[in-house]
């Protein structure tokens, strides 16, 4: 057990049995999305969104081809799609806008999918670590 574990549970240990969350509590989260406000250098203010459980799972679905491989081309380029939205939380693209998602500087994407990766629990939005959120799948060889 590692010492963040530890400390974990001591600190539930302590914290008795009156702060157990009810399951409601918990799903009532559903009515709490991550959200972070962007500012663009000179393009202006848009809404990142952290991904829900099913909007991840879509997004590391729409990230495989048909082999089942990761496309890396799609990674960033697909999640900043999911991710910014307008104030509303309308999506500000749709699919077929990803091409030209794919055109636009690494910077401005990559600081977006960083945001929306730390708002989704999934970490700092760098290849690798983008890429550890994929679980390879199995083929009938392996």
């Known amino acids: 057990m590692s010492e963040q574990e530890s400390q974990v549970d001591q600190e ?3 914290a008795g049995q009156d702060n157990e969350a009810s399951s ?18 000179g393009v202006g203010v848009v809404y990142v969104h952290g991904f829900m459980v099913t909007e991840k799972a879509t997004w590391q679905k729409g990230c495989r081809q048909q082999d089942g491989k990761v496309d890396p081309d799609l990674v ?21 806008q990803i091409p030209k998602i794919r055109m636009m500087p690494a910077a401005i994407v990559s600081k977006v999918c960083d945001i929306c990766m730390k ?4 970490g700092a939005a760098t290849d690798q670590e983008l890429l ?11």
């Open 24 to 41: 409601e509590a918990i799903l009532d989260l559903c009515n709490n999305i991550p959200i972070k406000k962007h500012k663009i250098e």
């Open 76 to 96: 960033e380029s697909l999640m900043f799609q999911m991710c910014v939205r307008d104030s509303k939380g309308k999506h500000k693209f749709k699919y077929a």
């Open 119 to 122: 708002l989704s629990g999934m």
């Open 12 to 14: 539930i240990q302590g």
């Open 132 to 142: 550890k959120n994929f679980a390879p799948i199995g083929t009938e060889d392996s």
